[in-house]
């Protein structure tokens, strides 16, 4: 990937100023292998967690849904997770690739590339985390961010290079013939390339984005009307309102920012009910293209990570991990 060092600092969201510090991505985090693993430093500092995770047990669109409605688990996710960061703020904080260093493990595999798609792909969620005031809207406020850091797989890569030469015919392309149809990448990879050559300036189809988003709901004592919605998909249909697309070509990445601040009423009141169980709660993210014709199914996962505990009582503040006096990262 390079030095992704750019020379402009982007600005605080909400607040007019710069912020100049740029944090290692995943330094505010813990790897792990378990969710019940501690989740404190070896400096004593505690931290939320993550665990590496397959899409297996996500639920996507079969080829075929068009006509059957079913749903499968996905055969494989394009990209794994590499990093996760969680942080609280006063707004909004976007852009994260400019605001973050990268490591060796970011660094780009990929020669002779013929494709759009990205080695990296940067996802964060902004999740309110005050009660709302009735009958008043906000698509800002105080909230918690989990951004995972996704690097490409080298079979989504392998599949780009087929599908990307200037041979490449797909009536007689042969190489899933072997591979029950429900099985098989290509048709999702093809989608995501798609995506990633028109999202960027294509407000309809950036809306075709969908986090699948899953918790220990009732273990939290979650109200039923927030627990129902409970590992179904949501499209992030609102361009430049809920879902913010940005395409970073000199650094092969792209990033897609989720607010959930102007999502409707009941989801920011179970959203701020539910901040004080954080510190028992898991979550679980899955992003999908929506596949919409046989040609674009079965959907596969883009990408998936846990989150273990990202409760404000561990989570670090963002004013000071971007001005560089967070003494839990440095």
């Given amino acids: 990937m390079g030095n992704v060092n750019l020379t402009s600092t982007p600005t605080e969201a909400g607040a007019g100023r710069k912020w100049s510090y740029k944090p290692i991505a995943g330094s505010t985090t813990i790897k792990v292998t378990k969710e019940d693993d501690p989740n404190i430093t070896e400096k004593g500092h505690q931290l939320p967690t993550w665990v ?76 309110p985390t005050e009660a709302p005031k009735l009958g008043y809207s906000a698509d800002d406020g105080p909230g918690a961010t989990i951004v995972g ?69 009732e273990e939290m004592g979650c109200p039923s009307y927030i627990a129902k919605y409970n590992a179904k998909p949501v499209l992030i249909k609102r361009n430049q309102v809920t879902g913010f697309f940005t395409d970073y070509p000199t650094l092969n990445a792209m990033e897609f920012d989720i607010s959930l601040h102007p999502f409707p009423y009941l989801l920011k009141q179970g959203m701020a009910y539910m901040k004080e169980y954080f510190d028992k709660s898991v979550w679980t993210f899955g992003f999908v293209i929506e596949g919409r014709n046989n040609d674009e199914l079965p959907e596969v996962v883009v990408g998936a990570m846990k989150v273990c505990h990202p409760s404000p009582k561990f989570t670090v503040n963002a004013e000071e991990l971007f001005s560089g006096t967070c003494s839990k990262v440095q």
């Fill in 52 to 127: 590496p995770i397959s899409s297996s047990g996500m639920e996507v669109r079969s080829h075929g849904y068009l006509t059957t409605k079913r749903k499968i688990p996905s055969p494989g996710e394009l990209y794994e997770c590499v990093a996760v960061d969680c942080f609280v703020s006063n707004a909004r904080v976007s852009e994260i690739a400019t605001r973050m260093k990268f490591d060796q493990q970011f660094e780009a595999t990929a020669t002779g590339k013929t494709w759009k798609s990205p080695e990296i792909f940067i996802v964060s969620i902004a999740i």
């Fill in 149 to 217: 850091y996704f690097k490409m797989k080298e079979e989504t890569r392998t599949i780009l290079r087929r599908i990307t030469a200037t041979s490449y015919d797909p009536l007689t392309d042969s190489s899933d013939s072997e591979i029950d149809v429900q099985k098989q990448l290509t048709n999702g990879v093809r989608l995501w390339e798609q995506y990633c050559q028109v999202a960027p300036t294509d407000p309809t189809f950036q809306a075709r984005f969908k986090l699948i988003p899953s918790a220990n709901l």
